[in-house]
């Protein structure tokens, strides 16, 4: 069983340009969610997104950060005109359709290491 | 908002020692309760969960209690291993199976021979 795929697992990009990380979570799970991890620092919460639906972003920066997650394909977080502050670990995560149940388990992906120059 | 703060590392210890990683944690009524691991280079795994007081969650020689009255939940292993070598992420979900996970700042524990 394939667990969370995050594809880069490195990206290099220059200010001013795009990045996009991609994110398959595991098969069956309906739930993605994206945390940034900050050099020296602990995961923090990003977005919560379903299928087509963005249920939680109170995590994201206002501005050139985007998150989707279709009925089709990967998971995408998005940066336009990438900053150096923007260098960080993105993990993404994902779980199974949630019920009412408590302590319901995140999977975590092996992250994206995004380099801004 | 929701906060978890765990101790400050490195913690390193030799091999077979005892290990204690505190955790404290603020927020409203009974939250769900993680740590979760990450090894170098890849992502985090959970450990052990706790999801209402005194519970213990346990896994892999590790275990930890939910502690309401201390707003606790530390992270013990009676005789660690150089595998074990690891960052540890305290973290939580709100109360009611909320989604969000807020975690602390992570500990990193080294083992040596």
């Known amino acids: 069983n394939a667990g969370v795929m995050q594809n880069p697992r490195h990206l290099v990009r220059r200010r001013g340009q795009e990045a996009r990380l991609r994110c398959s979570p595991v098969?069956?799970?309906?739930?993605v969610y994206w945390y940034r991890q900050l050099p020296e620092e602990g995961l923090k919460f990003m977005v919560y997104?379903?299928?087509?639906?963005?249920?939680?972003e109170s995590g994201m920066p206002k501005e050139r950060f985007s998150a989707e997650f279709p009925k089709e394909g990967p998971s995408i977080l998005r940066i336009q005109q990438v900053v150096r502050g923007d260098s960080a670990a993105y993990f993404c995560?994902?779980?199974?359709?949630?019920?009412?149940?408590?302590?319901?388990?995140?999977?975590f992906g092996p992250g994206t290491r995004l380099t801004v120059l | 908002g929701d906060s978890v703060t765990q101790m400050e590392g490195p913690v390193t210890l030799s091999e077979e020692a005892f290990l204690t990683i505190n955790c404290t944690y603020t927020?409203?009524?009974?939250?769900?309760l993680f740590w979760y691991v990450q090894y170098p280079g890849e992502g985090l795994q959970l450990l052990l969960k706790?999801?209402?007081?005194?519970d213990k969650g346990s896994n892999k020689g590790f275990e930890a209690t939910y502690r309401k009255e201390t707003t606790s939940f530390h992270l013990e292993k009676g005789s660690v291993q150089v595998s074990d070598s690891a960052v540890y992420f305290c973290?939580?979900?709100?109360?009611?199976?909320?989604?969000?996970?807020?975690f602390g700042t992570g500990t990193q524990l080294k083992v040596e021979l």
């Open positions: 995560a994902s779980s199974p359709p949630m019920r009412g149940v408590v302590g319901n388990e995140q999977f």
């Open positions: 098969k069956g799970h309906s739930h």
């Open positions: 997104l379903q299928k087509e639906n963005i249920i939680d």
């Open positions: 927020a409203t009524g009974y939250p769900s």
């Open positions: 706790a999801t209402k007081a005194d």
């Open positions: 973290a939580l979900t709100p109360t009611g199976g909320g989604n969000k996970l807020t």
